[in-house]
T-cell receptor, first 114, second 116 residues
Framework: AQSVTQPDIHITVSEGASLELRCNYSYGATPYLFWYVQSPGQGLQLLLKYFSGDTLVQGIKGFEAEFKRSQSSFNLRKPSVHWSDAAEYFCAVGPSGSARQLTFGSGTQLTVLP | DTGVSQDPRHKITKRGQNVTFRCDPISEHNRLYWYRQTLGQGPEFLTYFQNEAQLEKSRLLSDRFSAERPKGSFSTLEIQRTEQGDSAMYLC??????????????FGEGSRLTVL
């Protein structure tokens, strides 16, 4: 069975600092990997996705993530955090060939200090 | 394109009552998904449709849960005889399966259910 672990429940960073959110997955085949962001009162928004090819993927809002098969990881990074990045971030894994039955991690809440 | 819309946004009900949530997907999307999200957790997949066909429903939480998409457009999720444990956010998403390789899921803002 597929699973996703986000080991950090809550992360606090200062505005302008760099950010890395960790995601580890368990999946028997080649996974499709996603990062979503959820702000209060808003729906989940896709930040980026990995299907194949270059293991470093660029997303919206200046985010990037790197797929490391040997470590079963797909960590999200941003070089300089903005106050508007404060939100909850979810990593998700889906079966190759479709995004239909995504398995989400439990999320990481990001707080940004001024 | 107005995005995925869900109604109602918030429903408060008493235990034992039935509730129904509606989801209107993005108009050209042929796939529609229901997820449930409880406090402090990520979304949990429930079921999905391709057009009007329900292709996966084994993950519905119990036989009190049912979903329909009768004309391949909007969908409803019904919970019968609600229990306090059903309190959660119910999320709808849609995608275009014709977009390779998988089609991004677009989520609505959710319908929050509170069972008293």
């Amino acid at each position: 069975a597929q699973s996703v672990t986000q080991p950090d429940i809550h992360i606090t960073v200062s505005e302008g600092a760099s950010l890395e959110l960790r995601c580890n997955y368990s999946y028997g085949a080649t996974p499709y990997l996603f990062w979503y962001v959820q702000s209060p009162g808003q729906g989940l928004q896709l930040l980026l996705k990995y299907f194949s090819g270059d293991t470093l993927v660029q997303g919206i809002k200046g985010f990037e993530a790197e797929f490391k098969r040997s470590q079963s990881s797909f960590n999200l990074r941003k070089p300089s955090v903005h106050w508007s990045d404060a939100a909850e971030y979810f990593c998700a894994v889906g079966p190759s060939g479709s995004a239909r039955q995504l398995t989400f991690g439990s999320g990481t809440q990001l707080t940004v200090l001024p | 394109d107005t995005g995925v819309s869900q109604d109602p946004r918030h429903k408060i009900t008493k235990r034992g009552q039935n509730v129904t949530f509606r989801c209107d997907p993005i108009s050209e999307h042929n796939r529609l998904y229901w997820y449930r999200q409880t406090l402090g957790q990520g979304p949990e997949f429930l079921t999905y449709f391709q057009n009007e066909a329900q292709l996966e429903k084994s993950r519905l939480l119990s036989d009190r849960f049912s979903a329909e998409r009768p004309k391949g457009s909007f969908s409803t999720l019904e919970i019968q005889r609600t229990e306090q444990g059903d309190s959660a956010m119910y999320l709808c998403a849609s995608s275009d399966a014709r977009v390779p390789p998988a089609g991004e899921l677009f989520f609505g803002e959710g319908s929050r259910l509170t069972v008293l």
